[in-house]
């Protein structure tokens, strides 16, 4: 019934931009909405996020650099990625899940994309 999936990925240069896209459907009102990275041999790591709430969250390695945003109206989230670096290259997941009223959102995410693969040329 939930269907995530994510576009925007592709080649980039060092330094350059990119942004990606997330379309959620068939979800409710109160959700938390994340972008998740990994790259090969890598575990895979929470990069940004959104709330219904409008509260976003970052991780440490891309903070100033990316900026996640909603359009609620088109159920869509996206990732403005800038100044890139090759550390960056990864492909690129969306996740979703319920928000809960007294704990907020969760640890591990129940909805997945397929994956946008995001490659930095350096």
């Known amino acids: 019934q939930v269907h995530v999936e994510e576009s925007g990925g592709g080649p980039v240069q060092s330094g350059g931009s990119l942004s990606l896209s997330c379309t959620v459907s068939?979800?409710?009102?109160?959700?938390?909405l994340r972008w998740f990275r990994q790259a090969p041999g890598k575990y895979r790591e929470v990069v940004a996020g959104?709330?219904?709430?409008?509260?976003?969250t970052y991780t440490d390695s891309v903070k100033g650099r990316f900026t996640v945003s909603l359009d609620t109206a088109k159920s869509t989230m996206y990732l403005r990625m800038n100044s890139l670096k090759y550390e960056d290259a990864a492909m690129y997941y969306c996740a979703a899940d319920v928000a809960n009223v007294l704990f907020g959102c969760p640890v591990n995410y129940k909805y997945w994309g397929q994956g946008t693969q995001v490659t930095v040329s350096s």
């Open positions: 959104i709330d219904s709430d409008g509260k976003t």
């Open positions: 068939g979800y409710n009102d109160k959700f938390c």
